[in-house]
Every structure is written in C-alpha cells, then in structure tokens.
C-alpha cells in the first residue's frame, strides 16, 4: 500500500509557472506507475501526465502536451509535474495517482489507478 501526499499548488496569473510534488510513503515507490489527474468545478477528474515505473515512458494529454512535464525521483519517492504557461483552463484540483505494477507501461485512465492522493488546488487568472 503506498500513501500519496501533494503538494505545491497555489493562486497564480495566465503564463506563470507552478511545479507540484507528491510525495509517496513505502519503499516500493519504484513499482508503482504514476499519474496526475485534475478535476475542475462542475467536471469529470481528466487525465493530465503519466509516468512509468523507470521514468523513461510519458504520456500527456493533448490539453497540456508541450507546457506540463511529468518527473519522478525513485531515490526520493516522489513524483513531479512541472506547469508552464498556464492558462485559466487549467484551474482544477490536481491529484496524483499510483498503481503498483512490474512492467513499463503507463496508464491514461483512472480505472487504471488504486490509490489517490487529497489532491492540491491549482487556480489560474486571467
């Protein structure tokens, strides 16, 4: 079982920069497929970023592919996605996810995760 704990969202203005970070508990955190999720006010959770167990595999939705980039520290147990020119569209509740695995693959869909962090508010401003 791992527990997810988020962190570093915040209020900021259109074309600004954010980085989240989820810190993961567990020292199994490298067996573990990981995404970010986002769910706006009146909208279904979306997919945003996912990464493999060994980092080398990503993938983006089409909404923030070339701005969003998605890390991972297996040494440290955590997982980052770093926001550039963010735009208002981008206000949502970002939560990150986990599923324990033993191959590369990553997953876009949240079916896919087990566990769920609190999550971290984002805000934009026009």
């Known amino acids: 079982q791992v527990q997810l704990v988020e962190s570093g969202g915040g209020l900021v203005q259109a074309g600004d920069s954010l980085r989240l970070s989820c810190a993961a508990s567990?020292?199994?955190?490298?067996?573990?497929?990981m995404g970010w999720f986002r769910q706006a006010p009146g909208k279904e959770r979306e997919f945003v970023a996912t990464?493999?167990?060994?980092?080398?595999?990503?993938a983006y939705a089409d909404s923030v592919k070339g701005r969003f980039t998605i890390s991972r520290d297996n040494a440290k147990n955590t997982v980052a996605l770093q926001m550039n020119n963010l735009k208002p569209e981008d206000t949502a509740v970002y939560y990150c996810a986990a599923d324990e695995n033993f191959t590369l693959v990553v997953f876009t869909t949240s079916v896919h995760y087990e566990y769920w962090g609190q999550g971290t508010q984002v805000t934009v401003s026009s």
């Open positions: 990464i493999s167990l060994n980092g080398d595999r990503t």
């Open positions: 567990g020292r199994t955190f490298r067996r573990y497929v």
